[in-house]
């Protein structure tokens, strides 16, 4: 007990799972708590000051279930292993922490999301005139992303969150947060110190191994240039260290994810759109369970986080168009996804072999990906699209590691690398030598009971072998007395003997040793595979990239063919014409025909006010013209006959309220609160719905609001 509260008075604020043999075992208020969330058996363990000590505890061999668990509820977990063969321990089994998992650093396949991102987001902030500016940085580890933002303004960090969604919030220990934080789960709380910028700045320094930071496009030289976002930056490091005890190798570069190049939504617009979620928490029916076709789970998750930054940049979002159009000319795309079936999680594989938890399956699901690359190229080779060109180079060849793979990894290897039979025949000489001397056991056996029954002239006499005992010679009770004088006892069973001779306990000594020899060499040569392959680590996570685009293009083009979608064109001049234009998902949920809606608005005709009785699909037009909006910003086909759509910057809604109970607002503050937002953050170039204003009052005052509002979004913004 004197181990366990060592380790606990180190990690004082986390679960501590302590190694016992084949549990993890948890004591005192740990105990207690597991055992109300995980609903297992609390019992007790000895005693202390003369109480009894509460014990809860989870199999080793299925604890991952457990911890999955515990982090979906927002709990960390301090993992307190045995160290070294309990077998050679003198005295007491040495215990160490060797990671902590929290629910924004998890990495291990049964504890993750396959299609959502699992982020780590740190937050900065410092004064800006009248408003708060505040860093952001954020790390995917499951996948290898480092990334960082600086922002102005509640609004725009909430703004943030709504759009990353993290799993777990990193803030220094000080009062007056917004209330967009402080009801989120995750959030942990850290000494202010630790996000200071000079010093965040040393530790990325240190971490890249670099001189400045300008590579990586941060400039920290100018108050609002950076110094916020290293000052978050360098925090989250810090954490991730801490917590995981290990290098980082897969995080590679840290790059800056500026709002600007984004049509901005906030929070609210995301939550009116439903995006990928339904206020009612469905999923389902949403325009990411309508638009997701990808194969891969990494192409689902860069789907979502398209879904969420459409872009600004027009060129970027014509060349997907390109390839989209380009795919279906070619009708390719459906031999693409063919193939991609294939593939696998990629880009979280290549985390694991950085982090060294890679199991075997993750290598030969690596390996089976590598060598479909040639034919994917062969299909796309004819292309001229510059993006499927630069997808194409992206990826490239990789042919020597797919062929490697192939020669030191079995077909269809086990589980685990303990369980033995990873490495393929013939890959190791010596490996090769140690496995025959196991193999050839059986044979030697059966020679062996040949021989020992002609030479004793016992015809019932067997060779066998168990765990406890090893091999034996077994012999009935009515047989015992003809048992050879060279035979020495081993264990006497109700109705017979076991021996053992001088050839048999050689024999097993040898088998045994070579076994154990086997395993080690086994291992050993699979943690050199995973060296080879983290010296390759780059170029395979661009690799990764390029799939997880190409399956999304892949997924435009098939959504595109299968629900009759067309190619919108974005021009310069200031207009949204859509012409027979349908919502999504009201649509692909419909069982009678969705009737199209056209909508023209250009600078004589920049807004529109829509009257009509209620159910008469007033909102649903609304909401599909931005849905068609956003489809074309980020590389889709849009539901619509034809769609001509101008500079957009942001897109602005208010359609629904309800009470904010968490903040203390009726539905009409919540009205009146995101109406206020849209009439100081709207310009020119933006996209705004409003819907019923005014709805939350008395019918005259509702009024009024509707008119002013109408008329400050057509005379002033």
Same mark, same amino acid.
């Given at each position: ?12 604020? #986390? ?76 005295? $007491? ?96 709380? !850290? ?11 040393? *530790? ?136 991609? @079936?294939?593939?696998? %999680? ?69 589980? $685990? ?25 059986? *044979? ?132 949204? @014409? ?25 600078? *004589?005709? @920049? ?21 068609? #909006? ?18 957009? %910057? !942001? ?37 705004? $719905? ?28």
């Amino acid at each position: 007990m004197r181990q366990f509260f060592a380790a606990k008075a180190e990690y004082p604020d #986390v679960l501590l799972f302590f190694r016992m043999g084949d549990f993890y075992e948890l004591f005192y208020d740990d105990a207690r708590k597991a055992a109300r969330l995980l609903d297992i058996t609390l019992t007790q363990r000895g005693q202390s000051a003369g109480q009894p000590i509460p014990m809860a505890g989870v199999p080793v061999h299925a604890y991952e279930g457990y911890l999955a668990r515990l982090v979906a509820l927002g709990e960390s977990v301090a993992i307190c292993e045995q160290i070294g063969d309990p077998a050679l321990a003198k005295g $007491l089994v040495e215990r160490k922490v060797v990671r902590i998992v929290t629910p924004g650093t998890v990495t291990d396949e049964a504890l993750l999301q396959d299609r959502h991102d699992t982020l780590l987001l740190a937050i900065a902030r410092a004064p800006a005139g009248k408003h708060t500016a505040y860093g952001l940085a954020w790390a995917d580890l499951a996948g290898g992303r480092f990334l960082v933002n600086e922002v102005i303004g509640e609004d725009l960090l909430e703004a943030e969150l709504a759009r990353l969604d993290p799993a777990e919030i990193l803030l220094p220990d000080e009062e007056g947060w917004p209330i967009a934080l402080a009801t989120r789960a995750g959030l942990r709380r !850290r000494a202010p110190w630790l996000f200071d910028a000079d010093s965040g700045r040393r *530790q990325l320094l240190r971490f890249f191994d670099v001189h400045d930071l300008t590579g990586f496009g941060i400039d920290d030289s100018l108050p609002g240039k950076g110094a916020l976002a290293i000052a978050s930056a360098g925090a989250l490091l810090g954490y991730v260290e801490e917590t995981q005890k290990q290098r980082l190798p897969h995080l590679t570069s840290i790059r800056v994810e500026t709002s600007d190049a984004a049509i901005a939504m906030n929070a609210a617009t995301r939550r009116h759109l439903e995006l990928d979620t339904r206020t009612d928490g469905d999923s389902r029916h949403t325009l990411m369970g309508v638009l997701d076709s990808t194969v891969t789970p990494m192409g689902g998750r860069l789907l979502r986080r398209w879904l969420h930054r459409p872009l600004r940049d027009r060129q970027a979002v014509r060349e997907r168009h390109d390839a989209v159009a380009q795919l279906l000319e070619r009708r390719i795309d459906g031999e693409i996804r063919e193939i991609f @079936r294939s593939l696998g %999680d990629i880009e979280r594989i290549l985390a694991r072999v950085a982090l060294r938890s890679a199991r075997p399956r993750d290598l030969s699901t690596l390996r089976d990906a590598l060598t479909l690359l040639p034919q994917l190229h062969g299909l796309l080779q004819d292309c001229d699209s510059p993006r499927l060109r630069l997808l194409i180079a992206e990826s490239g060849e990789h042919a020597a590691q797919a062929e490697w793979l192939t020669r030191a990894i079995v077909a269809q290897p086990p589980l $685990l690398v303990r369980d033995g039979g990873v490495i393929a025949a013939g890959y190791d000489v010596e490996l090769d030598e140690l496995r025959k001397l196991s193999t050839h056991a059986d *044979q030697f056996l059966i020679d062996l009971e040949a021989r020992e029954r002609e030479a004793s002239g016992i015809p019932t006499l067997k060779v066998g072998y168990n765990r406890v005992h090893g091999y034996y010679i077994e012999i009935s009770k009515g047989q015992a007395d003809k048992a050879p004088v060279h035979y020495t006892r081993r264990q006497t069973l109700t109705g017979a003997e076991r021996y053992i001779t001088e050839e048999l306990k050689q024999f097993e000594d040898k088998v045994l040793s070579a076994r154990e020899r086997s395993l080690a060499r086994e291992r050993g040569l699979y943690e050199a595979i995973l060296d080879e392959l983290n010296l390759h680590l780059e170029p395979l996570k661009r690799c990764a990239a390029a799939l997880s685009e190409l399956d999304v293009l892949a997924c435009y083009a098939e959504r595109a063919q299968a629900l009759d979608w067309s190619r919108p064109l974005l021009s310069e001049e200031p207009q949204l @014409r859509i012409e027979r234009g349908r919502h999504p998902v009201v649509e692909a949920v419909r069982e009678d025909p969705f009737e199209p809606n056209d909508l023209h608005l250009d600078p *004589q005709r @920049r807004m529109l006010i829509i009257t009509g009785p209620n159910m008469g699909g007033k909102s649903t037009y609304m909401r599909q013209n931005a849905l068609i #909006v956003l489809l074309a910003h980020i590389g889709s086909f849009v539901p619509a006959a034809s769609a001509e759509i101008g500079p957009i %910057d !942001r897109i602005l809604t208010r359609i629904g309220a309800g009470d904010d109970l968490a903040r203390g607002q009726s539905t009409f503050m919540v009205e009146m609160s995101e109406t206020s937002y849209i009439l100081h953050h709207a310009t020119a170039q933006s996209l705004v $719905l409003m819907d019923e204003i005014g709805r939350g009052t008395s019918t005259y005052d509702g009024l009024a609001l509707a008119e002013a509002c109408a008329r400050h979004l057509a005379e002033s913004n």
